[in-house]
């Protein structure tokens, strides 16, 4: 039994079609229509024969009653007290009697309506002597007791006798006249002597024979019925009709819809429709098929556009990112796939010296040199000058071949127009099996390898375990100075710089040092290019800013005489567009003398954007604050740059001073810079002098300022300042 619930609920669930809706309602209805007037109309027959018999039976009573009291009163009343004539119910029986009331209201009744199967009987739980015999039956019983708590109301119902339905209806019969009730009161047989009038004496039954009349009134019911079952079939039958007309342009409607859903080329079988409203629902569609054209031609467009570079119509990041999941998606649990990233590095040089369009140019010719010389490979370009390259290989070492294959290709000139281009580029490649990892991890190894090669200067770097461990490292450390930073674990340590001549303290460097919460120095080495990485360089260089002006500001309130304290500005710093406003600001807060502060920044930083470098410093030099170039000597600066950069002192790298007594090259390279600081007028320190030898060869050779652990170590503000007073 369950089952065939859920198999019933489970088609109620199903969807149903657009017939099933416009039918089966109108069938249910139908039948259930004509199932209930089936049953009901013998009923409905009977009751309504019923009803019009009482009531032509309660009619019919009333005037039997009033030919009874014409009879009573004009007949009876007046030959009660002449004793020829007696008044009997056994009249036929003596020659000189008289029916009673009673008697002569039966004898007249059965003598007219017996044709018409009528029967009236009267009775009474009081009857004659002669009559004791008589008993009542159920009808007659029931009659009485409901008669006689209500006269004037009437009794009946339907009742079976002999096979044949009649209707017995019984009214109550009361002595309505003084005669009536003297009658009785002496009448020798009467049971009971005190009557009354008003009385209920007896029940007048009249029993009529409806078998024939309902017979006849439920033929012509079933035949009624008939016509109505016909019609019924007939109007299921064009309900149907009409349903599936009406499906069938509908039909039309949803398979052209399904064809345009489909992409399909869609046909016109809507031409013939017949109905308005679908007609003008096939003319939307013929402008949805128009639209739906044009967006799969867009959509076209815009997945090219989503897959596929528009400069060298290579795919691109996202298709490569779909390309390997379907790659890494077939059943090859052997197989291996190896990713190449190549990076032309000069890209931006070639940008910014040659044009926009020169550049463009030279990635187009990229794109197919890659092509060209990776055949078996699929080549895409990602991001700027990056280029991928997906090859199948079952080892490792499997077509590592095809590095030098591609080193030499790139490697010849790229002629654009009357221009010819040399490029640079390095490579990052890792190789995974297919069925230990997958694309998002493949590309972060194959960058992760290029990451390394930029680092380090390679031309070549291949993903190894050791790279990630190196990269999680460097992760861990960001994470760890973005906590230093917060709990201020990173503090400027100063290294004095002293006067050549006279040997006086006239500055000192502001160097960061981080030493954690448990006493671990870290060294500047390793986590300060991880900084400049990571760009927390620009928050550590503000705290850095800070910090130091807080000390001038304790120095200048100490009363300790006025020196130099020269802080390092990153480039990134540099090129922050509110350089000027936080260096501002920090002063103003600190209100320090713009004499106590000199800014350090490196060769390389400036030459990065010398245009913007020169707007920055010149902003900078308005504040009234000196500013040195850091580690002069290592960039590549350009003479006709460097007059023009508004800089007061040059600092020589510590790389040419370390072994300046017995390295002559160094020797040259010192004096070729004390040569030109003198003629540009600057300043000039040199930084890591370790021995008394090389402070005084610098002295001699025109070194104005010194630095280095033969002067001082970096010390911490406290140390510092009693280094100045015992100096």
């Not at 019919?60 to 004793?83: E, F, G």
């Not at 009529?208 to 016909?230: G, I, S």
């Not at 795919?315 to 197989?335: M, R």
């Not at 030279?362 to 078996?376: E, F, I, M, T």
Request: glycine share 4%.
């Amino acid at each position: 039994m369950n089952r065939i619930a859920e198999k019933i609920m489970d088609m109620a669930r199903r969807p149903k079609p657009l017939v099933w809706f416009l039918t089966v309602p109108v069938q249910c209805i139908s039948v259930i229509t004509f199932a209930i007037l089936m049953y009901a109309a013998p009923l409905m027959i009977e009751k309504v024969e019923h009803e019009n018999v009482t009531e032509m039976a309660v009619s019919l009573t009333k005037t039997l009653k009033h030919i009874r009291d014409y009879y009573s009163r004009n007949v009876v009343a007046k030959v009660v007290d002449d004793h020829q004539i007696e008044v009997t119910h056994l009249h036929q029986m003596v020659d000189n009697g008289i029916p009673i009331p009673a008697t002569f209201l039966l004898e007249m009744t059965q003598a007219s309506l017996q044709a018409d199967k009528v029967h009236v009987s009267v009775y009474s739980p009081y009857p004659f002597k002669t009559r004791e015999n008589r008993q009542l039956d159920r009808f007659q019983t029931e009659a009485w007791a409901a008669l006689s708590i209500n006269p004037e109301g009437s009794y009946s119902r339907v009742d079976h006798e002999n096979g044949r339905r009649v209707v017995r209806v019984a009214l109550a019969d009361t002595l309505s006249s003084p005669t009536c009730v003297s009658c009785h009161n002496h009448h020798p047989d009467s049971p009971k002597l005190n009557w009354q009038e008003g009385d209920v004496r007896g029940v007048v039954e009249i029993k009529w024979d409806v078998e024939n009349n309902l017979v006849r009134a439920t033929h012509n019911a079933y035949l009624v019925l008939a016509l109505l079952l016909a019609l019924i079939v007939v109007i299921i039958l064009l309900n149907r009709r009409v349903a599936f007309k009406m499906q069938r342009p509908l039909k039309l409607v949803t398979d052209a819809i399904t064809e345009l859903a489909e992409k399909r080329v869609l046909s016109k079988p809507m031409q013939t429709l017949e109905y308005q409203e679908v007609r003008a629902l096939s003319s939307a569609l013929d402008h949805l098929k128009d639209v739906e054209l044009e967006r799969q031609a867009l959509e076209k467009e815009v997945n090219h556009l989503a897959y596929y570079d528009l400069l060298t119509g290579l795919p691109n990041y996202t298709h490569l990112k779909s390309y390997l999941k379907k790659t890494f998606a077939t059943d090859q649990p052997d197989g291996g796939i190896r990713l190449t990233i190549v990076n032309v590095v000069n890209c931006s040089e070639i940008n910014n010296v040659l044009g926009q369009t020169v550049g463009d140019d030279v990635l187009k010719n990229v794109a197919q040199r890659l092509s060209a010389c990776s055949p078996d490979c699929v080549v895409f370009r990602l991001d700027g000058a990056k280029f991928a390259i997906t090859s199948m290989a079952q080892t490792f070492s499997e077509q590592d071949a095809q590095y030098p294959i591609i080193f030499d290709d790139l490697k010849r000139p790229i002629r654009v127009g009357r221009h010819t281009v040399s490029i640079h580029i390095i490579i990052g490649s890792a190789w995974v099996k297919q069925s230990d990892t997958s694309a998002d991890e493949l590309i972060s190894k194959a960058n992760i390898a290029l990451g390394e090669a930029k680092a380090n200067h390679q031309d070549l770097v291949v993903y190894s375990s050791e790279l990630s461990q190196k990269l999680q490292h460097r992760l861990s450390l960001i994470e760890n100075l973005k906590q230093a930073l917060a709990e201020n674990q990173l503090q400027p340590y100063y290294q004095p710089q002293v006067d050549l001549n006279s040997g006086e303290l006239v500055g000192a460097e502001a160097l960061l040092r981080w030493i954690t919460p448990d006493g671990k120095f870290i060294s500047p080495a390793e986590f300060i290019p991880v900084a400049e990485q990571s760009r927390l360089i620009i928050p550590i260089g503000r705290q850095v800013l800070d910090n130091v002006c807080a000390q001038i500001q304790q120095w200048q309130a100490a009363g300790i005489p006025r020196f130099t304290v020269s802080v390092n500005v990153s480039g990134i710093q540099l090129n922050e567009d509110d350089m000027m406003a936080v260096t501002k600001d920090i002063m103003k807060k600190y209100q320090i003398d713009p004499e106590w502060l000199e800014l350090e920044i490196t060769e390389s930083a400036l030459m990065a954007d010398i245009n913007k470098a020169v707007a920055r410093l010149e902003q900078l030099k308005q504040l009234g604050l000196t500013v040195a170039i850091d580690d002069f000597g290592t960039g590549f600066s350009s003479l006709s740059y460097l007059k023009n950069l508004p800089i007061d002192k040059l600092k020589i790298d510590q790389a040419f001073v370390r072994d300046l007594i017995h390295n002559q090259d160094d020797q040259a390279i010192v004096e070729m810079i004390l040569g030109l600081g003198k003629s540009l007028d600057m300043k000039l320190i040199a930084e890591g002098i370790e021995d008394l030898n090389t402070g005084h060869y610098l002295r001699d050779s025109g070194c104005h300022l010194g630095q280095g652990y033969y002067y001082a170590k970096p010390m911490s503000a406290e140390d510092f300042e009693g280094y100045i007073k015992g100096h």
